[in-house]
């Protein structure tokens, strides 16, 4: 039987709710049962409509009141989505883990390391499931790469260099029309910083997925624009265990970039390349030999990418997908829990992961004020 | 109210059928009331349960009963979607019109030009709408092109070249593994022939998509690979209104090719491209100007691409947004013919298209059997 | 010892006498010792100095006195290279051939086959190497390509699809600005046909050149632009020996296309790409396998191409080098036939090539005056 | 009247000597007239006869005989081209000085900055030209860029990625194959640095080209491989004047990647991007508007950028005329100061740009000795 979640969040046109909810009912895994999209009940309730919730008693107010009575019904959601903004997330989550209810989370999942900490082990003693939506690190090639580095294909990693370049702050700047400007450049309600955040996590979170490797601390520079006091603009050195170097850029600023999500991981035996604007294809480099291009949903793909593939070969799968699949593996390792069933070869970032990002940030953070030092993690 | 629908086939774990799927609720205008997808009955309440239909009696056996049942009840599905193999959409989509019930059909419609009269005939009498899911004819940068096409940036039409390699049937018949040989390859169950019939009529759908430019005659060679009955490889010369010359490539047999649609539209001012491999970007190339790349859901798109862009800039969107288009506009119009409103600027592929489909198989088949003649549509 | 070559036209800053002087001395195998650059004598002696001609006394004020001088004196030109408009091609060859001097022509050859073929019967006469430029058959990637076919890489050939998009015919006859507009638009002069002889005979000859498949009939469409007496885009379906079907479009209206020359060859067990937009690259797709990007001057390279390759692996080598390539297999050609050695590995395209690019366009011309008939080369 | 130059070094079949000779004669404005390519004379001398040095006298045994008799003769050559290992360019380059000859010398220009700062001022006092020829900065696309950046195309410049993979250091480090290894390789021989001398300076002169912005401070890490001496990648943080912030990473270890020099610049009002993989395009991205392609020898380039274009639009023009565009703005620049005439609006790298490569690169070493602090240049 499906499970069934509820959602915290996402009713006021915002993409990202939608988005969320796709991804969670893509593989039939999931129905949505409850819903706190908004503040404006009448909002609240037409995306209740809207999203097919059939039972509009369990359209709540607020959140306090979703987990309580939730956690009260016999049919109780059997995990909810956080997709508020960053600010809220602790409080929410926390909410939801102490009533007994699963949790995934947007990144980052709160504003300091403490307040994570703090639900990690309240989900730990309630041995509650944590998942955390680090979007580009799910797609399925990535895990075809991760795949392919843990057979060794390309030795040892000896370099790893990541890059996320976007340019909406400044078309929004100087456009002073994008909806998304509010909370998201507001410092308090973004989680202390902007750009390392926001997208500079996505990068620490899809180096740590594709490759394996613990990050063990940072140089970085923080760009601010025109005088903001925010960062949107980081570069950022980085060392990962075993002396393995690397290098990170993540912009705001830079004009023509969509959403340019891109990895290169140096091997001693080869190289991989993923980039986001065709997330389809991987780059496999082999010691001197021709570059190959592998793409989704070929047979020769490993079996952690072909779980992950719906369509066949060239048919292009995107955004939505890539949330699916963080979906389908937090819902199967749920359903194989309620079964007693042992997991299967799918993987989703989990709570471990979200900590990781806020460790990433405050190293990040002390580095830059303290005008480019080696900070630990 | 949202709309209500059915689907006959897509049920034995086809991606097609969940593709429509995924389509039809997209954008939260419909959802699946009813269905018969398989003829085992078993196979056919789990796929209900999978795609939340919530009233199991609405689940049938046979698509005669569920047209005849469906059409006596209060709360009849607005539309049925047809994804069975092309032999059987006429007998399937004549049945459901013939019980006042809209129908969207995949394509190629039918089998022959006379069925597919009969069915446009039937439609037009009871004021039904017949969609078609011609799917790369309904990508939103398509859109984006016909509206520039149409504002003049390109001047006039002076060439079309267009092309479709795929590599699935040289694949299947060395690997012997595919599991979508079957009826694909059968001459009866395809509908004639196989790649005219099959990429070939969505090729001549997004020229006619994109340009507006209606053919006239074709000049045809099949080619049937190591004796193969049915054609696996078409190339064709196309001459459209106002001799508007055209060239047309599709293949199965183009190995290393995913699904690699592409269209170049010439015109006296300058020339527009599209590739399926990706299909957010759009090329424009302005004559004696720098080539310029048209991303979606930038603030510059027309306002019928906007209209399609669901997510931020960056963001792709895929195959199953494709359907989404489709089912958009033709829920959208549904809807608006509910409400007696005005039609917005949506289009989707209708029965006249599918019906163009099939006299540029029966003009091709023609040249082709004369050895590479001149055919008229 | 080098060679010594002159050259007849190229003199009036047409940039292609540059390129023949540049190819020819490329590999030091060949130095310029004489010329008939221009009938203007002034800007024949610039030439001259500009181009390190030593000896002023071997700058000619036609080609016949050329000829005749040369061919008196004990340090002869070992070659001419003929560089001036189609039409004067057939008398100069002529000439030279007939005074003993091997001959490296501009392609097409002459203007009819009936001129062609009398060329090759007195360089048979004499014993003399007739060489003919065919720029895109002769880059080092192409040469990889029909190594891997020979080697049976992609198992045998079932399909060929080439295409040449250029746009200057549309630039400058919008712009009326084009240097290069009188003789190549002069039917007479170019040859009787525009697009068909300047560009179609490159993709022929790049199509035997990749393949080693021998064209057998063609069925043409020709394009005139605007009512122009000259076709200015053609589209080809061809018939290769042994069944094998082609396709070939080439343009001069394609607005946007500065020199895309693109091939396709496809067969039974992969398939290979390669593209003048980015000429050092050559793309092998394995029957279900990653696709693979070959670039010039690897380790892994066929010896055929490693042969052309001057640069280190990832240092653009591009058009100058392709004449290179050309001149030096023509230059060793002599050089092993003067010295009684035997010829190495290098190919350059013959006087046999260059008559095969007259019976094709002899046949497309005859094709397309029919209607659209199939012809035998 | 041609101008005369002589070379130093580039005789034993290395390919940066060729690569010289062809530019420096590409644009008939030099002749070789001298030389001393290598110590052993029968080479010396077959390099010579290779390479058109009409007068064997003029083939000197070493350099300090080379610049003394040449210096002595009325006909004496106008520059000396300098290709030898990096740690012999200053006594050789102050050889010629001293003896009146202007000087081009392969890049980094010395070891030390006091040497380099001693060749300026004797060239000054001399008034002669030094030349340095930094390959990459060179590029026609890269004169586009600087004339759109000076233009106000991009608005105010706010930040600048730069990066250059190679993969020859690890293919030959496991294949021990490559004869380029000795002395670039050899710590004391290559200037002391590997990675940051040899393609570290390419990129800071890239840069500086580019944008015309100054480097005022670095934050660098070297990567030394698997233990070696030398550093074989190096990430560095930049610093320009205004505060505008940068990025470079320059590697030999990058598997996979040829010669991927690639060059991003932000600004206010647009971006700009450069790659080497294709050196002919120039992308251009205005804010909120479709990115544009810039190719080479459009009527819409900027004069800067026409000036070096020899060929049609799409005809690849790669390495050796990129050291053509350096030779022709260098030969220019003699001719013009030869007969009294203003200088045109070409530009090439001179000593300053060299002494500044050196500059960058003390500060680099400086700075990675001291882990990784900001160290003026």
């Known amino acids: 039987m499906k499970l069934k979640f509820g959602m915290v969040g996402g009713g006021n ?7 969320h909810r796709r991804g969670a009912t893509e593989d039939n895994l999931a129905r949505l049962a409850a819903g706190c999209f908004t503040r404006n009940m009448e909002k609240n309730l037409q995306t209740a409509e809207d999203w097919d919730v059939e039972d509009t ?22 995990f909810v989505t956080i997709v508020t903004p960053t600010d809220t997330h602790y409080e929410i989550a926390k909410c939801f883990l102490e009533h007994g209810i699963n949790v995934v989370c947007d990144k980052p999942i709160c504003v300091t390391l403490e307040e994570g900490e703090e639900l990690k082990q309240i989900a730990k003693e309630k041995d509650l499931e944590f998942g955390v939506t680090y979007t580009y690190a799910s797609y399925a090639a990535v895990q075809q790469a991760r795949a392919m580095i843990d057979n060794g294909e390309i030795g040892e990693i000896i370099n790893i260099i990541a890059e996320y370049p976007q340019d909406w702050v400044i078309v929004s700047t100087v456009a002073e029309s994008s909806d998304q400007t509010p909370w998201r450049l507001d410092p308090k309600r973004a989680g202390g910083t902007a750009c390392c955040s926001d997208i500079g996590t996505h990068l620490e979170a899809l180096i740590a997925r594709m490759t394996g490797l613990k990050l063990e601390s940072v140089l970085a520079r923080f760009v601010h624009y025109q005088g903001s006091p925010m960062d949107h603009d980081i570069q950022v ?27 290169r991981v140096y091997g001693t035996k080869g190289s991989l390349e993923w980039s986001h604007l065709h997330p389809m294809e991987l780059t496999y480099a ?18 952690q990418c072909l779980e992950l593939c719906r369509l066949p070969a060239g048919h292009p799968e995107g955004f939505y997908e890539a949330f699916g699949n963080i979906y389908k593996s937090y819902c199967t390792h749920l359903l194989a829990k309620r079964d007693g069933r042992p997991c299967n070869m799918l ?31």
């Open 57 to 78: 008693s369990r359209v709540y107010s607020n959140f306090r009141e979703m987990a309580e009575k939730e956690s009260q019904r016999e049919d109780c959601i059997d």
């Open 347 to 377: 993987r989703h970032p989990t709570i471990e992961d979200g900590l990781h990002g806020l460790r990433f940030v405050r190293a990040c953070v002390k580095s830059d004020e303290q005008g480019g030092i080696w900070v630990n993690l």
């Open 237 to 263: 050195l980085l060392n990962y265990e075993g002396g393995v170097p690397g290098m990170m850029w993540a912009s705001q600023l830079a004009t023509g970039s969509d959403c340019g999500v891109r990895i």
């Open 286 to 303: 082999p010691l001197n030999r021709p570059v190959r291009v592998i793409t989704a949903n070929r047979e020769y793909n490993a079996p």
């Open 13 to 19: 046109g915002a993409f990202i709710g939608n988005v």
